[in-house]
């Protein structure tokens, strides 16, 4: 069974910024782990090539937890067909 | 005047990576030259390197090390060992009264280097969004001052092979002048990158690997010399004003008391003997000594055929019968450009500390234009001595030359 896209991201969060994945709180705010906008903007870069997806200037703004960009990937999946 | 007292040292090199693995190799006279890998050689047509075997882990998390440049983890690398040493713990002290001067040539060369291939090579013109500041000149100090919270004055000089020589001599300045009570100084270069090895292969001036043995490749002062082997790698320095070094009881391995800094104005590549004679007089005014108080000298000594020469005639004006003691040490660690000063200087404070002479390798056939009172072959143990000098004479015609002293 493919992993679910919140286990994966939550792999390449806990990868990018040292974190344990077990203490990743998707409603958690980023800012919160710890993790600043510049360091966001490269994790992005590293979500957008692993999913094969682009994310909005103006998307990305609004992603502000684990779960916002979760459904954000998850909606730049499904326009792309992909979903 | 406040003193500058020198309270600890790091190191990254191809000689190893820390400073005890640095003396021994030394001390034992172990080269880091090696031959580059066949791929990058055969494209470049570079054949030698200075490489430094390293491992980010456990400084850097493998997440910390994706992000930050190569030519910053060396730095990050040498300065965390040299406030070790110093037992100078930023978060005990006023951080805005310590500060970090670092020197390189060409910053974070290999990821312009990556990022060149992405856009001129694949024509991937969406790159890394930390391309920039893993990549600009000033992220290796950067990432010192972040990593250690150090607030006081910033400065990144790059000046090609004097750079972190100036970083030393200019954070010397920033204590004596009382803007800071300590400052972490050093330099770091990483540029083995297929491009930049290009870029240097085209100027004639990298020895080949030598064919019986790579180790032995570069040859300076030596008749056979056949140009410079790059390198990479980091040196870092605690430099602290001597009262406040004194009130927390550190240890002081000696001072920071010559700086020469003249510039030849001459040309962009051929050295000039009146520049460099400028540079040493200056840094021997300014320490009140004589050329016959320096026991040692660590020579710029690239191994080129024009520049060994040049430098033997400055520094034989200068110290004329005195018969100081004169090494390259280059033909073990390569030439690490804008790390170099730095790292020279710590082969230099060896000498002054221990009184080990750490020596031009392989100068089995001294060419007589480069005659001096060479310390060729072996390393030899004299009384330490009460000052030793360091030479760095670089690329647009920059001339630093620091003294240090035992007390």
């Known amino acids: ?83 | 005047m406040r003193r500058v007292a020198i309270t600890g040292i790091g190191v990254v090199s191809p000689l190893g990576n820390d400073l005890q693995e640095f003396h021994r190799s030394l001390a034992e006279v172990k080269g880091g030259i090696r031959r580059l890998p066949a791929e990058v050689a055969r494209s470049s047509g570079v054949q030698a390197g200075a490489t430094v075997q390293w491992d980010s882990a456990p400084l850097l998390t493998p997440g910390e090390a994706a992000n930050i440049d190569r030519v910053s983890q060396f730095a990050l690398g040498a300065a965390a060992q040299a406030l070790a040493a110093s037992r100078l713990d930023p978060a005990t002290a006023d951080r805005t009264r310590i500060g970090v001067s670092w020197g390189t040539g060409m910053g974070g060369a290999l990821s312009v280097d990556a990022s060149y291939q992405e856009v001129y090579g694949k024509n991937q013109w969406r790159l890394r969004p930390l391309t920039v500041v893993m990549a600009m000149n000033n992220a290796a100090g950067s990432n010192v001052a972040v990593k250690h919270g150090l607030r006081g004055p910033f400065a990144n000089f790059s000046t090609a092979c004097s750079s972190s020589a100036m970083a030393l001599g200019e954070a010397m300045r920033t204590i004596q002048g009382g803007r800071a009570d300590a400052m972490v100084a050093g330099g770091a270069e990483a540029l083995l990158a297929p491009g930049t090895l290009a870029a240097w292969q085209a100027l004639r001036t990298l020895a080949p690997a030598d064919a019986n043995d790579a180790a032995a490749s570069c040859k300076p002062f030596d008749k056979r010399r056949a140009g410079l082997v790059l390198g990479e790698g980091a040196a870092a320095v605690v430099l602290e004003d001597e009262a406040h070094a004194r009130k927390r009881g550190a240890t002081i391995h000696g001072f920071l008391t010559g700086y020469g800094n003249s510039c030849d104005a001459a040309h962009m590549s051929r050295p000039d003997k009146d520049g460099q004679i400028r540079a040493m007089r200056e840094a021997l005014h300014e320490s009140g000594l004589q050329p016959a108080d320096i026991g040692y000298i660590n020579a710029h000594g690239t191994a080129t055929s024009v520049g060994d020469v040049v430098e033997a005639e400055a520094i034989n004006t200068v110290f004329g019968e005195s018969g100081v003691r004169v090494s390259s040490t280059k033909s073990l660690h390569g030439h690490l450009l804008g790390g170099a000063g730095a790292l020279e200087f710590a082969v230099a404070m060896l000498a002054l500390e221990e009184g080990l002479l750490a020596p031009t390798a392989f100068l089995e056939q001294p060419d007589p234009a480069c005659e001096l009172n060479h310390v060729a072959m072996k390393s030899e143990r004299v009384p330490p001595p009460k000052a030793v000098m360091s030479n760095s004479f670089a690329f647009g015609g920059s001339n630093v030359v620091l003294i240090a002293q035992r007390n």
């Open chain 1, 1 to 83: 069974m493919p992993m679910d896209m919140l286990t994966r991201l939550k792999q390449l969060a806990a990868q990018e910024f040292s974190i344990d994945a077990a203490k990743l709180d998707p409603a958690a705010s980023l800012e919160s782990l710890g993790i600043d906008s510049l360091s966001f903007i490269e994790f992005m870069f590293k979500i957008e090539e692993e999913f094969g997806v682009a994310v909005s200037d103006e998307d990305l703004k609004s992603i502000k937890t684990l779960s916002d960009l979760e459904r954000h990937v998850g909606a730049a999946l499904a326009a792309a067909g992909k979903a």
